[in-house]
Nanobody, 114 residues
Framework: EVQLVESGGGLVHPGGSLKLSCAVSGTSARNTLSWVRQAPGEELEWVST????????YYASSVKDRFTISRDAAKNTLYLQMNSLKPEGTAVYYCSTDTAGRNRGQGTQVTVSS
């Protein structure tokens, strides 16, 4: 079983940047790790996925060219660099072993507001 612990959220102005981290422990047969988010009153939304074998990355159209997913295998850590943040990016961000967020951590709050 994989345990996931997110950190790095906070309050940022529109146009600002944040870098989220996710400490990954345990073992999994899955080849991918993902970020998902949930805005207030909304469903979980897939944000990005990385294939840990190929390092191929995938992004939702709403974040493409602004967010970057990466991982440090030596540190067992997943990252999400978020640039040019918009108010609609306000959400709880989770890392997950699946794109639907069924196995996710406790989340970290990101608030984009002036």
């Amino acid at each position: 079983e994989v345990q996931l612990v997110e950190s790095g959220g906070g309050l940022v102005h529109p146009g600002g940047s944040l870098k989220l981290s996710c400490a990954v422990s345990g073992t999994s047969a899955r080849n991918t790790l993902s970020w998902v988010r949930q805005a207030p009153g909304e469903e979980l939304e897939w944000v990005s996925t990385i294939n840990i074998r190929s390092n191929n990355t995938y992004y939702a159209s709403s974040v493409k060219d602004r967010f970057t997913i990466s991982r440090d295998a030596a540190k067992n850590t997943l990252y999400l660099q978020m640039n040019s943040l918009k108010p609609e990016g306000t959400a709880v961000y989770y890392c997950s072993t699946d794109t639907a967020g069924r196995n996710r951590g406790q989340g970290t709050q990101v608030t984009v507001s002036s």
